[in-house]
């Protein structure tokens, strides 16, 4: 769905924040994008939906190059964008209008806007909310209505660039769940984190980036088996209680898979402990 090629770019002060990057994401992958501040991940994903467009190499959405302007307006549509801030992504006074507001763009009949705007508030759980003033909304419903927004476009895939970092941890679960959902209706997710905990147990591949390269692609697991540091707690300590001689797997993240592993290896020291008498 998503091809990119040897992707460099250049800010227009010098700064090379992408080098040569590869990488194709397919329809209805859930992909998260992860590393330090300052390593690209912005950069990068904001080339998705052609805000910024290569300084070198290409990047096709659905076939369409990213640097071909006609297909600007389609590419746009296909790829949605949700950001840190919530706040400023706001255009309407009601929490309707604001979401109804791409659909307009789009010529739509009224209609049809109405269902979408529904539909939309529904799928994020705030249609109780649609007469309610965006700003009087709490961090959390507001990441969520700025993805009713999105959804409104009904788009193939959407990217979501750190849009729990300011949030509290229960309004970070809220709109976890609601981004699960989304891929799990079949939408292409690619998301932005520097919390890694978060992610694992939701994305089919991570992709970690370091000084505007690719350093690592693969699965949750093959990703906390590359790394040693800035892991989970629970693998964490899955790892200790492997080096205290526990026969337990240490690529796991899932505080359920710790659980059963845990109780696994307490079996096993049982049984052999009364073979040996
Ligand atoms: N408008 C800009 N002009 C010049 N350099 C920029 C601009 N925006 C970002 N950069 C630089 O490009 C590099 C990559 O920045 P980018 O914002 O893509 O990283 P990031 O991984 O998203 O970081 P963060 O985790 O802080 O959001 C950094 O060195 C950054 O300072
Ligand atoms: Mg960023």
Redesign the pocket.
């Known amino acids: 769905m998503i091809h990119i090629n040897n992707l460099s770019y250049q800010?227009p002060?010098g700064?090379l924040?992408l080098d040569s990057v590869d990488m194709s994401i397919d329809k209805g992958e859930f992909v998260a994008l992860i590393?330090k501040?300052?390593?690209?991940?912005?950069?990068l994903v904001r080339h998705l939906n052609a805000l910024l467009t290569p300084t070198e190499g290409s990047v096709s959405v659905f076939g369409m190059d990213t640097k071909d302007k006609s297909g600007v307006w389609n590419i746009r549509q296909t790829v949605g964008m949700v950001f840190q801030n919530p706040q400023t992504q706001f255009v309407g006074t009601t929490l309707e209008e604001d979401v109804a507001f791409g659909p307009e763009n789009l010529k739509l009949p009224p209609n049809e806007i109405r269902k979408r705007v529904d539909r939309s508030l529904r799928e994020v759980g705030l249609l109780e909310y649609k007469t309610h003033a965006p700003k009087a909304l709490s961090g959390g419903q507001m990441q969520r209505a700025a993805i009713a927004g999105v959804l409104a476009m009904e788009p193939e895939c959407i990217v979501l660039d750190?849009v729990t970092s300011m949030l509290d941890p229960g309004s970070r679960g809220n709109v976890l769940d609601t981004i699960q959902q989304l891929h799990q209706s079949g939408k292409t997710i690619i998301y932005v984190t520097?919390r890694i905990e978060e992610i694992l147990p939701l994305a089919d591949r991570i992709v970690s980036?370091n000084n505007g390269k690719i350093e690592f692609m693969g699965t949750p697991h093959k990703y906390l088996a590359s790394v040693e540091s800035d892991i989970p707690a629970i693998t964490n300590l899955m790892r200790k209680l492997k080096a205290k001689g526990f026969d337990v797997r240490d690529d796991v993240f899932a505080v359920d898979d710790a659980f059963l592993e845990i109780l696994k290896a307490c079996d096993k020291r049982k049984t052999e402990t009364s073979d040996n008498g």
């Not at 501040?37 to 950069?43: D, F, M, S, Y």
């Open positions: 800010y002060d700064t924040a590393g501040n300052g390593c690209g991940k912005t950069t750190e520097q980036m």
